[in-house]
């Protein structure tokens, strides 16, 4: 009886705006078998900070996060706040 915990990004995806959603999931493994899962969730805005992202998260918000991207989200940051006051 081999217990395992095996942790891998299963979903990744890019939103009209550029945010960057991805799953997180933790396989609990008993000799092949799955014995439980679960799931973990993050989202990431346009222009973040990458430190400590998963690599192939990054990666994709590299390609994702273009200048006019970022500057289009901050943008749509300015003027929410701007219409709350």
């Known amino acids: ?3 395992t915990k095996t942790t891998n990004i299963d979903q ?6 550029g945010i ?5 999931a933790t396989r ?5 078998k799955q014995l ?3 799931y973990h ?3 990431l805005v346009p222009g973040q900070n990458l430190t400590n992202v998963p690599t192939n998260v990054a990666a ?3 390609v ?5 991207v970022i500057a289009a989200y901050q943008a749509q940051i300015a003027s929410s706040q701007t219409a709350l006051g």
Do not use: F
């Open 64 to 68: 994702a996060w273009t200048p006019a």
């Open 36 to 38: 439980s899962e679960t």
């Open 41 to 43: 969730r993050s989202s």
């Open 60 to 62: 994709i918000c590299n």
């Open 20 to 24: 960057v959603l991805y799953r997180e």
């Open 28 to 32: 609990i493994m008993e000799d092949g």
């Open 1 to 3: 009886m081999a217990l």
């Open 12 to 17: 990744i995806t890019v939103t009209e705006n």
